[in-house]
DNA sequence: GCCGATTTGTCCGTATGTATC
DNA sequence: CGATACATACGGACAAATCGG
């Protein structure tokens, strides 16, 4: 929870953007005039503007202004910017979620996984595969491996609620970044089993490792979804 | 090209991690070693660094230092973080690119396509068909929607090399953000027809929205790839 | 456990450059 | 040309987290 003053400004004209106080197309107050607002320094209003402008919402134009540029996105969109939990999404999309853990073993990564996971080889880790649903169809079947050194006393019971919940409040870690890579795969017998897959074929895959604040890597996770119920977002700028 | 000093230490760094000058997981030198040794601010270090956490090259922690936790990306890889001519990508990955124009029309937009792509109803634009071949085989078909006012004289000699190159070379337009949505859909006859789908009955499907430095929008492409040729990166950061 | 040194995080004020109008 | 607006850069101040003695 920041309390950082540039935070605030950055959520104050985010939601005046979203709600469309400024319109789209419309010009922010400059940053002169912002500073007079906030009662603050140029360079916390140039950073909250930063934010907004890495979230894709204005667009800075030298020497004429600040434009908005953020349309509504759509209602179904399973996956933004940010690092989210399956719980967060479904809770911020106003579905019901279910976890159903299918597997959870404790391994030693082989040279196998320690290629596929980027753990090195001998690590002990915590292997769970775990079953997603929304308002009651399956989704998404996710493999995961945690570093047992980091994430202590992971059991079913808490694997089938919120494991990031566990990871952030019961133990007290910070997760810092996630690195994910996105592709399309064909179908497993697994992935058959549990999920309805229609006449697809083929998965949205994604599969991430995510590290803590001490640059420490506690997971590696192949998530898998029902190409339907998939949406990924993104904004992206140009380096000149 | 900016020459500004924060992105020469910036590419300095970047350049330092990749080739592994830092290690992975090692240390890189304080704020205050760097500003001897680039000879500048703090502000100036911190901004060249801040950019190499977006990148998730590296890890601030604080109090303690800036931590190294880029590992090489593989090869394959399609789409990175910034915007990307298909040509560039092809460059980078060292394959041959050739590209066929299907189809060159000049449309109006009516209600159905103004709700499709984000362009009022009304507009004037260019309408394309491409396809993509890397090495000889056709990989990516994609459909182009390009404002007619702003990208004057599209021609569909200009559309078989790199549109890009004419937008930003020929007609001097400052290509900025990008707003992109990654979804999976079953194949259509039009990919079948073009495109050797092996045993895949679904495209990886990339629809982008991009905005000149106007904040005009001055494109809409949906761009549909065979899965195994498709691989998307990201790195996603925690809001705290 | 305390204290001081180091390191990153936030914020401020100012100066100068460059693009737009 | 001058006024306005964003872009870059500098230097300083204090806070917060970490680490070693």
Redesign the interface.
């Known amino acids: ?2 309390k950082a003053k540039y935070d605030h400004i950055y959520r104050d004209l985010k939601e005046k953007i979203e709600t469309e106080y400024y319109t789209y ?1 419309e010009m922010l107050p400059s940053e002169h005039a912002l500073i007079l607002e906030y009662d603050c320094s140029r360079n916390t209003v140039r950073r909250a503007l930063a934010e907004l ?2 979230d ?1 919402y204005v ?1 800075p ?2 020497g ?1 202004g600040v ?1 908005n ?1 953020f ?1 509504p996105i759509e209602q179904t ?1 399973f996956t933004v ?3 989210e939990s399956f719980k967060e999404s479904a809770l911020r999309n106003h579905q019901k979620a279910f976890t159903k853990v299918l597997q959870f073993a404790e391994i030693t990564a082989d040279a196998k996984i320690a290629k596929k996971t ?1 753990f090195r080889e001998g690590t002990e880790l915590y292997y769970l595969q775990r079953l997603h649903s929304l308002d009651g169809k399956p989704l998404i079947l996710n493999h995961n491996y945690f570093l047992k050194e980091l994430i202590k006393g992971l059991t079913p019971e808490i694997a089938s609620h919120s494991i990031y919940d566990y990871i952030e409040g019961e133990l007290g870690i ?13 179908v497993t017998q697994v992935d058959e089993k549990y999920i309805d897959m229609k ?6 895959v994604i599969t991430s490792q995510t ?1 803590d ?3 420490v890597q506690f997971e590696f996770t192949q998530s898998r979804h029902r ?1 339907d119920y ?11």
């Open positions: 929870m920041p197309q402008t890495a894709g667009q134009m030298h004429k434009r540029i349309q969109s910017g940010g690092i980027g910070t997760i810092a970044t996630s690195k994910r890579t996105l592709t399309v795969e064909h006449d697809y074929n083929c998965m949205a590290f604040d001490n640059g190409p998939f949406r990924f977002q993104d904004v992206a700028t140009r380096r000149k």
